[in-house]
């Protein structure tokens, strides 16, 4: 959550929503999701 917080403005509720709404949408896990958005984070996609 903190980093989409961080990047793209969002509080804590709106980050914790999109996350859940990506999971879902994607059909993975929110654990998934998250070790998805470091990764993508941190080789700058």
Do not use: P, V, Y
Request: with cysteine; proline share 0%; net charge positive.
């Amino acid at each position: 959550k903190g980093r989409l917080m961080e990047r793209d403005k969002l509080s804590e509720a709106e980050a914790f929503r999109r996350m859940q709404r990506l999971s879902m949408d994607r059909r993975i896990s929110m654990r998934q999701l998250a070790e998805a958005i470091l990764l993508t984070d941190r080789i700058g996609c």
